[in-house]
Nanobody, 124 residues
Framework: QVQLVESGGGLVQAGGSLRLSCAAS????????MGWFRQAPGKEREFVSS????????IYAEAVKGRFTISRDNAKNTIYLQMNNLKPEDTAVYSC?????????????????WGQGTQVTVSS
């Protein structure tokens, strides 16, 4: 059974940085794309970033492009989300997910296992 566990969330001031981690188990990690999504109170879950199984291809939501960087370490079965220049509007629960294929994707329906999420709060 696949399990995803996020860590690294917290409270940070605007302009600060955080690095999220997502550790996976139960699947041949390098064969699958991975993604980060976030959900703010009262809003729908939205795409943040995704990375292919090999790590060679990445995509980002426009709202985070240039500030966030996704990466993965297949030897550690872990992906990361480095978040710089954080803004109050980045406040949300951030969840990682594993896709059904090797490619990167922004579409929620292409992910079949989700983590519980980690809270990120950015104060102004």
């Amino acid at each position: 059974q696949v399990q995803l566990v996020e860590s690294g969330g917290g409270l940070v001031q605007a302009g600060g940085s955080l690095r999220l981690s997502c550790a996976a188990s139960g699947r041949t990690f390098s064969m699958y794309g991975m993604g980060w999504f976030r959900q703010a109170p009262g809003k729908e879950r939205e795409f943040v970033s995704s990375i292919s199984g090999s790590g060679g291809s990445t995509i980002y939501a426009e709202a985070v492009k240039g500030r966030f960087t996704i990466s993965r370490d297949n030897a550690k079965n872990t992906i990361y989300l480095q978040m710089n220049n954080l803004k109050p509007e980045d406040t949300a629960v951030y969840s990682c997910a594993i896709s059904r294929g090797a490619w990167e994707t922004r579409w929620r329906y292409e992910y079949d296992v989700w983590g519980q999420g980690t809270q990120v709060t950015v104060s102004s």
